[in-house]
């Protein structure tokens, strides 16, 4: 029988048709439409390797789960206002990179991982400063990925040329600060509205037993003895060590003092150092790191504690969880440790003995800094207060405000009364 | 006699009244016709709007319907809707130092970036409309500022901004300073407010200037020769051509560009997001800024929408000023 165009149309119309009922009717997808696709949503890594590495080990866990992956790196501007807004629409990635107070800001819309990182924790011990950011309300909201050491970044030339030891507290940064100044090698830790001049401050601030609110992370402790005496270091550092450059930087703005050859010495993660090192820059035999500093209260560090959260309306949660228990193998685990090429931090006593640390001698001290982290806002929690005081960038605003010559005393009042407003109109 | 011309004439106003109801028939069907296309002509209309209608709907109307509804609410980020709270936020606001701060930083960056770009905008686009050898590449290359993204172009003026390596200080020294014998300046370009605010605003200008040269470029090749042919008659001089012929048929363009580059401005984010952060000391911050920092840094949506909101009242004025005066002037012309 000789087919028409006519026959064609409605014979494989009458059977598309009946397909398409038999799946209405059975209520059940398609083989096609079942297939599940795992997404996750981070920060483009300084060390592009890194996130290399971790696509790689979603595709290897989509191969062995029977799924799709999808893995988007963003800006890390951008990565707040992506969260607000699958938060927002209650859709978007199943896994999401937040880090600080992010997990409190969304710990409403994320779901519970106890059942996985109790038992990563019992296995490679988690240092308390992830703990304490990402550890909310007795769950665990946020799996620990990895943090940021900040440590001292010296011009190894400039310390020989001075015969100055690299310092062990602060008030030693000071003095030889004050030398390196002398000859035209500033030091800097930015005063201007970045984050890594908040994070670089409120390390100083610690160490001097200074803080902007008590444990209970709703009690403004600010005005204080400790934070005037913190303000009269910073002041004396500033005028003594540093040069104005600091009052415009952005993140970048220590990088590029190191970078030049003309700083001394900077607060900031390795970046600096792995950038010349990739770069093959001449400057890279000359620069340095040594261990964080000291002060009368003690030491402590500000870091960024970075994590992996699961939103709760994700409708892959177990396999979301399943990939975390995936990554958290000793082998994956160590590998992607690797690829970040010792940028990024374990938040993990276990692997605090890794060979990307040990190999390099200018890396080899970043792990120990590790039980020295603090969240954002200790005592207390990374909480929505901490947040909107950081996106005024209050505190290097009241530093700023000193340096350029308002009285402490009233430094302090002012940052006092913007934190009373905040606490009172923050929801 | 009588008789029949009594028939006659009735025989006449019978033809007449037949022609006169077939002309009717005929208007009626004509009217008919005319309202059955006209009726079309509305459907086909309302049709092609339509597309274009729903397309400002969604991507116009509802943003801008949430986020007044998000300015009178206490939403935050992730925590639902929120509830209705009036105009607390407008009111916290002006309890906030930020944010009259921010209020100042707004005016004096909108009115000193326009007033700018309007008088350099005006002699450039005088200068391009002149006859200049390689016209078309010059006046392709006056656009590039306003074709390249804003914060790529941004990021060049960070570099040259640079506290280490700015190419403005080093030339200063360089060209100016050092022939001369005086002392290289040590300048940081936005470490000090007023400084910062000056560099924001100049970028501002440098970014925006095309769009006033090339409109009011537009409007000059519109003006006939024979205006300035009969100034030139009456005595006029450059500044007399340029006062009593160019300026005023320009009033109407310049009315409008101004309007439009007045609420660009107010509304600008990139700039000042890539140079300063709103710093140092929140001297840079304008309505934009302050609002991201809030809506996305501390998650207040609600109070972050009545910081972008709080100056929509103040530009409805102005643009309904401005358009009433650019109605007036029209029909003053007209």
């Known amino acids: 029988m000789a087919i028409t165009r006519r026959r064609f149309l409605s014979t494989t119309g009458a059977a598309a048709g009946a397909a398409s009922m038999g799946w209405l009717a059975g209520g059940v997808a398609p083989a096609f439409a079942q297939r599940r696709t ?31 992956v999808r893995f988007d790196t963003v800006k890390v501007t951008d990565v707040p206002i992506k969260l607000a807004a699958e938060a927002t629409a209650q859709a978007g990635h199943d896994l999401v990179n937040v880090w600080e107070a992010f997990g409190y800001l969304h710990r409403n819309n994320l779901a519970n991982i106890e059942d996985v990182i109790d038992d990563v924790g019992r296995r490679y011990e988690v240092y308390p400063g992830h703990k304490a950011t990402f550890h909310i309300d007795g769950h665990w909201k946020v799996a620990p990925w990895y943090w940021l050491s900040f440590v001292g970044t010296y011009n190894t030339k400039h310390f020989k040329a001075a015969n100055l030891q690299t310092p062990k507290t602060w008030d030693d940064l000071r003095k030889v600060g004050a030398e390196l100044k002398k000859r035209g090698a500033p030091v800097g830790i930015a005063i201007s509205n970045c984050t890594d001049s908040i994070l670089s401050w409120r390390t ?6 200074a803080k902007e609110v008590e444990a209970d992370g709703k009690t403004i402790a600010i005005n204080s003895p400790k934070t005037a005496e913190f303000l009269d270091y910073a002041k004396r550092l500033y005028s003594d060590a540093m040069t104005s450059e600091v009052l415009s930087w952005d993140d970048a703005g220590n990088n590029r003092l190191i970078l030049s050859g003309k700083g001394g010495w900077v607060h900031n993660p390795v970046s600096i150092y792995l950038a010349a090192k990739d770069k093959d820059m001449p400057i890279t035999g000359e620069l340095g790191h040594h261990e964080g500093l000291a002060g009368p209260a003690g030491r402590f560090a500000g870091t960024f504690h970075h994590g992996l959260g699961i939103w709760k309306f994700s409708k892959n949660v177990d396999l979301a969880k399943d990939f975390l228990r995936f990554l958290y193998q000793e082998d994956k685990f160590n590998s992607w440790i690797a690829a970040a090429k010792g940028f990024c931090m374990s938040p993990f006593k276990k692997f605090e003995g890794h060979e990307v640390w040990r ?34 960038y209050l505190l290097p605003n009241m530093i700023a405000k000193v340096v350029g010559g308002t009285p402490i005393k009233d430094a302090m009042t002012w940052m006092e009364g913007e934190m009373q407003k905040i606490f009172k109109e923050t929801l | 006699m009588d008789g029949r011309r009594d028939a006659e004439d009735l025989q006449g106003d019978a033809i007449a009244l037949a022609t006169a109801g077939r002309a009717r028939a005929r208007a009626a069907g004509r009217s008919r016709g005319f309202r059955s296309a006209r009726r079309l002509e509305a459907i086909t209309g309302v049709a092609l709007i339509l597309p274009a209608l729903f397309w400002i709907s969604l991507l116009v109307a509802y943003p801008f319907a949430m986020a007044l509804y998000y300015s009178v609410s206490n939403t935050v980020v992730g925590g639902g809707s929120g509830t209705f709270v009036g105009l607390a936020n407008f009111t916290a606001l002006l309890d906030d130092g930020s944010f009259r701060q921010t209020l100042q930083n707004s005016v004096v960056f909108t009115v000193s970036a326009v007033a700018a770009k309007a008088v350099l905008g005006v002699m450039l686009a005088l200068i391009l409309h002149r006859t200049l050898r390689l016209k078309r590449l010059i006046r392709g290359l006056v656009l590039l500022p306003f074709v390249i993204p804003t914060a790529l172009s941004t990021l060049g003026w960070l570099w040259m901004f640079d506290s280490l390596y700015s190419v403005i200080t080093w030339t ?7 022939p001369i014998g005086f002392a290289p300046l040590e300048v940081n370009w936005l470490g000090s407010p007023a400084l910062a605010m000056a560099a924001v605003i100049v970028v501002n200008i440098w ?31 450059r500044w007399g ?45 304008l309505f934009a800024t302050l609002s991201h920092a809030l809506a996305f840094g501390s998650m207040q949506l609600g109070r972050g929408a009545a910081v972008s909101l709080f100056m929509f009242p103040v530009l409805v004025v102005v643009v309904a000023l401005q358009l009433h005066y650019l109605q007036r002037d029209e029909t003053r012309h007209a």
């Open chain 2, 241 to 285: 051509r340029f006062w009593h012929v160019t300026y005023p048929l320009l009033k109407p363009i310049l009315a409008v560009v101004v309007l439009f580059s007045t609420i660009f401005t107010f509304a600008d984010f990139n700039i000042v997001y890539v140079l300063t952060r709103g710093g140092p000391q929140e001297s840079t911050h």
């Open chain 2, 172 to 178: 200063v020294n360089r060209v100016v300073l050092g």
């Open chain 1, 38 to 68: 795992l997404t996750a949503l981070a920060l483009s890594l300084f060390v592009p390797s890194g996130d290399e590495r971790l696509t790689q080990i979603m595709q290897e866990f989509g191969k062995q789960a029977n799924c799709d």
């Open chain 1, 359 to 392: 190999k390099d001698p200018n890396l080899t001290l970043l792990p120990k800094e590790g039980p020295f982290t603090r969240p954002q806002g200790w005592p207390g929690p990374p909480t929505q207060y901490i947040a909107a005081m950081d996106s005024k």
């Open chain 1, 204 to 209: 100083v601030m610690w160490c001097y037993g």
């Open chain 2, 207 to 237: 970014r925006g200037l095309p769009f006033f040269a090339v409109t009011v470029l537009a409007g000059l090749t519109a003006i006939p020769t024979e205006f300035y042919e009969a100034a030139e008659v009456d005595g006029a001089g």
